[in-house]
């Protein structure tokens, strides 16, 4: 149904930055999947985590949801009654694939959680009281200083025990852990297919657009924006998935 990532397959003369367009979208679940360690892992367990802290009769957030796939993974696993899901995203060609593949799930299960597909920016989309907020590999490329108000945004918009699921991809202060998990990344990108040439063009593709933090940089941001407890849930290699408490 998608097709094989081979966007950065063919030397460019220039580089230009990465942008969730029409291409992207159609070959997304290949690349996030070849391109993510542990993936598929972090969307499964997405499900389970929410379908232990959502709350009936709320409303559940997937903020930066691509072609839904974490939304997807909620409604196979969400019991609470009266659940809604939100799923926003500002790239247009993500939103209209992920209506059609979200329609498509309404036939394969019972009850589904009825789930609303918004064209927005998370930026400055305001946002009703709520139990759960995901947010997976989204927050790396909101611009560095619009960050902590979005997450002081999301803490507000939480009721009482709602929790936020946020993974990224990490950077690490020290040298030796950031060159070594890197090579490792590389690594795993190589052994699913990719090739010098297409490693080393997506990363130029995505350096000025995607800017990872540290993990301390993570948990020092999220207090500020008053949420009283957070920690890691996965990690492999530099991507990793944390859980902050309200
Ligand atoms: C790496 S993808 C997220 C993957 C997806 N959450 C998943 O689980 O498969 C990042 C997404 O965030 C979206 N995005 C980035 N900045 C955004 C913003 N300010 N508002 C809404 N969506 C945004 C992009 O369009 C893209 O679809
Ligand atoms: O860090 C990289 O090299 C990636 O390809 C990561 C990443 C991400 O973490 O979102 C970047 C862009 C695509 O959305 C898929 C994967």
Request: charged share 20%; glycine share 4%; hydrophobic share 40%.
């Amino acid at each position: 149904m998608t097709d094989v990532d081979k966007l950065f397959a063919t030397p460019f003369s220039k580089v230009a930055d990465f942008a969730f367009d029409e291409q992207v979208a159609r070959v997304f679940p290949d690349m996030i999947k070849r391109s993510v360690p542990g993936y598929p892992t972090i969307i499964e367990s997405i499900g389970l985590i929410a379908a232990q802290h959502a709350q009936p009769q709320s409303l559940i957030y997937d903020l930066g949801c691509s072609l839904g796939a974490a939304t997807q993974s909620m409604r196979r696993h969400v019991g609470s009654e009266g659940c809604q899901i939100v799923a926003i995203d500002n790239a247009a060609a993500m939103v209209e694939r992920c209506r059609e593949y979200l329609s498509a799930q309404d036939a394969m299960l019972e009850e589904p959680l009825p789930a609303q597909v918004v064209l927005g920016d998370i930026v400055n989309y305001p946002l009703a009281p709520c139990s759960v907020v995901v947010l997976n590999f989204t927050l790396q490329f909101v611009k560095p200083e619009e960050r902590l108000a979005l997450l002081t945004r999301i803490r507000q918009a939480l009721q009482p025990g709602g929790v936020l699921i946020l993974s990224e991809k990490l950077n690490f202060a020290d040298t030796n852990t950031q060159q070594s998990l890197e090579q490792l990344h590389y690594a795993f990108k190589r052994a699913n297919g990719y090739s010098d040439l297409e490693i080393a063009q997506k990363r130029s593709a995505i350096e000025y657009v995607m800017l990872p933090d540290t993990q301390e940089q993570h948990q020092q941001r999220l207090q500020q924006a008053g949420f009283s407890h957070s920690h890691i849930w996965f990690q492999c290699l530099n991507f990793c998935s944390m859980i902050a408490h309200t």
